[in-house]
């Protein structure tokens, strides 16, 4: 148990009762061990800055959590603070609140409504969000804020983010420790775009002998800025390796050397001449600031190792001067070192998916990383659990080679177990690298995940095996009965190129979240462009976790389009039964969105029943208050059929049946009452019922009552 420090000697009796007041707890019986720690924290941090010892460098969160109070690093929410409002500034939406104060919380409550964090991914990687598809309204209801968290998360993972532990209900709350997490990452990304032979083949020069390109290629980012750097300073005479960004640079010296060699103009000897560290990390940041180098970090996060900010330092320093050469014979080789698009855009497909599994490893270059096969055994572990043998697996770093090819064996192995096609496939083919293959067996093994989803939620398959026709029916099935007239032939028919058929599925599965007045008809290949770029952002929002690119849809490349068309499937069959059993009364039109409505569906059966704690309504619609109806009341379900008295009415007699906000539903038999029209007042949504009338009015489709008899 740690020991607590008394204040009494730093804060006197008044002063620690004025704290215990702005706590607004009641002490009057009991406090918690959580509310005590915050006011601990509270009087220790004023206490601090009396004494005029600022030590510590983290800031404690003040909201409530179970048995864990997260830190947040100060000097690391100061400068992601200061990029934002360095790259955001002219943002037509986000102007109006930047810059932002890094000394308040007002980060985190700005990337409540989610249009921060996608504008932020957009920085990083340009185009990633087609921005039309975020809600920009000033004030967002609920469902809107939740889209632009959706759409963020599916985005960020399109990135290639980790965001495995993070909801949306953790951006909605705007939880400091996740925030910055996931904000760190995102600009991690932005800052290491470059550091790749595609982007800087003048990289190339980091290695003496042709035949380390390819393991140039495999390191990550990181391990690239790291070679980069200890190539200057060994040039620059510097007699030390600097492995990482903490300690082996918080003495300020390799900074010194490293900026003497890029920019010797701006060079001053008295750098490596000073003796006090925080000193000589200020003149290294002068110099810096000199190459116009942007200024996130503070001497003392040079001084203390801050891995972070000094790997956002050393990056910064690359982009404004890299100092390498443009021998146009390397440069040549390392670009017939790269692979052609079509190849680079399946790598990408397949390298984001695994990294979105959640497995331990993160793969950097999916070619590189697979060849010792172990990622490939986490994968399959994942997507098949228990089908690894873990005792015979050896896991990296792999120096012997048939310690490899024993992985890779288990591999194929395992792949013929579930039936992928794995014809005269070794496990020494992934140990050389064929990319044909591993990407051939890789589209097998996610098309085998997406099937198996599919199988497991849909309950009424009873075990039978999913298939691409499954998937083609469905998705032509589903538009069709949301009154369009738009079907695929196959998963490379060439109409779909347009993104019509795409835009009107995803309007079948949620009539709300397709913007008609955004869509292009899809002739010219910019209004292709256009619409595929929205299907992705679209569908992302709704929920789904994709990884293809625009030009995937223009082109009509088959896998891909498979894989959007299952998940937005996998997507529709998560929700309520009754929503999708039969398509949307509100699906909008093209030409103009949808006026409120209620759309009522005459139904024998229902599978439902309301708590009559809130007034349903159809989805996407205004709530309609039911107790004005006359003669409606709860219902009891008896065996599919809903009645009034608990009996099952006859197959015959017509329903009314009306689905919920939360997914519930209300029926009651059409007996002596005509349902005629309701009007919505536009401005509270709320239904215009006239009560003084004996009949009652309800909404914009009359539903006749049939002449039966019970």
């Not at 002063?15 to 406090?31: A, K, M, P, Y």
């Amino acid at each position: 148990m740690a020991k607590l420090k008394a204040f009494r000697d730093k804060l006197d009796e008044e002063e620690i009762r004025s704290v215990l007041g702005e706590s607004n707890s009641d002490f009057t019986n009991e406090i918690d061990f959580e509310s005590f720690l915050k006011i601990y924290l509270d009087l220790q941090s004023r206490s601090t800055a009396k004494v005029g010892n600022s030590k510590h460098s983290s800031s404690f969160l003040k909201a409530t959590t179970t048995t864990l109070l997260h830190t947040i690093n100060d000097s690391e929410k100061a400068s992601y603070v200061a990029h934002i409002n360095s790259y955001l500034r002219d943002d037509p939406f986000l102007k109006q609140f930047l810059p932002i104060d890094p000394s308040s919380n007002a980060l985190f409550d700005l990337a409540k409504d989610g249009v921060l964090l996608c504008k932020l991914i957009n920085v990083a990687v340009p185009g990633t969000i087609d921005e039309r598809a975020i809600n920009t309204k000033r004030v967002l209801n609920p469902w809107e804020r939740n889209e632009n968290h959706t759409l963020c998360l599916n985005s960020a993972k399109a990135i290639g983010c980790t965001v495995v532990n993070i909801g949306t209900q953790d951006l909605v709350e705007g939880r400091p420790h996740l925030l910055l997490g996931l904000i760190s990452q995102i600009i991690k990304i932005q800052l290491l775009a470059d550091l790749n032979l595609r982007k800087t083949p003048q990289l190339v020069e980091l290695v003496e002998d042709n035949n380390d390109v390819e393991e140039l290629m495999g390191l990550a980012p990181e391990k690239v800025l790291l070679k980069w750097m200890n190539f200057h300073l060994k040039k620059a005479g510097y007699k030390k390796n600097v492995t990482n960004f903490s300690s082996d640079v918080k003495d300020g010296e390799a900074y010194a050397y490293l900026l003497n060699v890029l920019a010797p103009e701006h060079c001053s000897p008295a750098t490596l001449d000073a003796k006090d560290t925080i000193e000589r990390a200020n003149l290294v940041l002068d110099h810096a600031e000199r190459m116009d180098c942007k200024r996130y970090l503070s001497p003392k996060d040079i001084v203390e190792g801050s891995a972070n900010l000094n790997l956002a330092f050393v990056a910064q320093i690359f982009h404004q001067r890299n100092g390498l050469s443009t021998d146009n014979k390397k440069i040549s080789f390392a670009e017939m070192m790269t692979d052609d698009e079509l190849i680079s855009r399946e790598e990408r497909c397949f390298r984001l998916w695994i990294n979105s599994l959640g497995i331990a490893s993160y793969v950097n270059n999916l070619f590189e990383d697979v060849k010792n096969g172990w990622i490939l055994l986490e994968v399959l572990d994942k997507v098949y659990p228990g089908s690894v043998n873990w005792k015979q697996a050896t896991k990296p770093p792999i120096r012997m080679p048939f310690r490899k090819v024993e992985n890779c064996n288990q591999v194929v192995g395992i792949g013929k177990q579930l039936k992928l096609s794995l014809v005269n496939v070794a496990g020494n083919d992934f140990v050389q690298g064929n990319k044909k293959l591993i990407l051939a067996f890789l589209w097998q093994l996610m098309r085998f995940n997406m099937l198996q989803l599919l199988k497991n939620l849909r309950s009424r398959s009873q075990g039978k095996e999913f298939s691409d026709a499954d998937i083609l029916t469905w998705a032509n099935k589903k538009v069709k009965n949301s009154g369009r007239t738009s079907q695929m032939e196959s998963f490379k028919d060439k109409s779909l190129s347009s993104g019509l058929f795409f835009l009107e599925l995803l309007s079948a599965v949620e009539p709300r979240v397709v913007n008609w007045n955004l869509v292009t008809k899809g002739e010219s290949d910019e209004e292709k462009k256009l619409n595929a770029t929205y299907i992705i952002s679209v569908a992302r929002k709704l929920g789904c976790s994709i990884f293809l690119l625009p030009e995937d849809i223009m082109e009509v490349n088959q896998k891909m389009i498979l894989t959007l068309t299952a998940s937005i499937m996998y997507w529709s069959l998560q929700q309520p039964v009754d929503e999708q059993s039969s398509p949307s009364p509100t699906a909008s039109s093209r030409s103009a969105s949808p006026e409120p409505s209620i759309d009522a569906t005459l139904s024998p059966a229902a599978t439902a029943i309301s708590d009559g704690s809130s007034s349903p309504s159809i989805s996407g619609a205004p709530s309609l208050d039911f107790a004005s109806i006359p003669g409606s009341s709860p219902v009891l379900p008896l065996n599919g059929y809903l009645a009034h008295d608990g009996t099952a009415p006859p197959k015959e007699s017509p329903s009314l049946l009306l689905s919920g906000e939360d997914d519930s539903c209300i029926a009651a038999e059409v007996s002596n009452i005509t349902i005629d029209h309701v009007d919505f007042d536009t401005t509270t949504s709320a239904p215009l019922v006239d009560n003084a009338a004996s009949d009652t009015a309800i909404s914009t489709r009359q539903v006749e009552k049939e002449d039966t008899e019970s």
